[in-house]
């Protein structure tokens, strides 16, 4: 197979994009897509972006969300994905109606709320059962599955929730694995349905998920090697700056 067409120095900027995103997600357990979506928007199609970014997501988070199904909430987590499944279509919508600088910009801004917000230490304290329980997760979904949808970006929005609970961290990354995992079948699915994924998307996908691999395993490695803090402050600068950049440019 030639590979040469994709050999250009537009492509080499979402493997790297690729790999830094993956690279945090592996030491933090989120944020691949709020690295990598403003640089694949911005070398490529916005409609190829997402579906690249939802199949090497999926591909890459099947092998480790599985065997921790067993510590999924289930009660707090399907409302979540049920909504997501309903918003998303009307993300992908919207995603097909602007032109790529505006969706950039539209990612670059969510970015840039999400670093603020993170940087405040904000959390959700609300309630978490109930009637307002359960509007506060029908919430959650609604508003990740639309960004999902939109530029692939949805997973910030479960970890603000989920985070702030008081259950044991491996129920929280389990909770928070499994709904982002979720929503990516939905936006692939009308994706396929709408004919935006060809051999094209593929290819590139298969290409890109060798970084994205490589890069969650050596973030996933040097978790147990670096201080999560100054981590943590590393990539909010980098959120920052990105996010920046996607709304100026």
């Known amino acids: 197979m030639d590979l040469t067409p994709y050999l250009t120095f537009e492509f080499s900027i979402a493997i790297l994009a690729g790999f830094t995103g993956a690279y945090i ?9 709020l690295i990598w979506a403003p640089a694949l928007v911005t070398v490529m199609e916005p409609v190829q972006a997402v579906a690249i970014m939802g199949i090497v997501g999926l591909a890459g ?3 480790v969300a599985l065997p921790i199904l067993k510590n999924v909430v289930w009660k707090e987590v399907y409302p979540i994905i049920f909504a997501s499944w309903i918003t998303a279509p009307f993300g992908i919508f919207v995603l097909y109606n602007l032109d790529a600088k505006n969706v950039r910009q539209i990612i670059g801004i969510f970015i840039l ?8 230490g904000w959390r959700y304290r609300g309630k978490r059962t109930g009637i307002k329980g359960r509007l506060a997760q029908l919430t959650t979904g609604s508003i990740s599955g639309w960004l999902a949808g939109f530029g692939g970006i949805g997973g910030a929005i ?3 929730y989920f985070m702030a609970s008081t259950d044991h961290p491996s129920i929280q990354r389990a909770n928070n694995l499994i709904t982002v995992s979720a929503m990516i079948p939905i ?4 994706l396929i349905y709408k004919g935006a994924i060809n051999n094209t998307t593929l290819i590139q996908s298969a290409i ?3 970084p994205f691999s490589m890069g969650t395993w050596l973030g996933a490695y ?3 090697r670096a201080s999560p803090d100054i981590f943590k402050n590393v990539v909010l600068i980098l959120l920052i700056v990105i996010g920046t950049l996607a709304v100026i440019l």
């Open 25 to 33: 997600r592996g030491f933090t357990g989120f944020g691949s897509n």
């Open 61 to 63: 988070t099947t092998p």
């Open 113 to 120: 709320a999400i670093a603020v917000i993170l940087l405040t």
């Open 158 to 160: 479960p970890v603000l």
């Open 187 to 190: 936006v692939l699915a009308v």
């Open 208 to 210: 890109l998920f060798i």
């Open 222 to 224: 040097s978790f147990n």
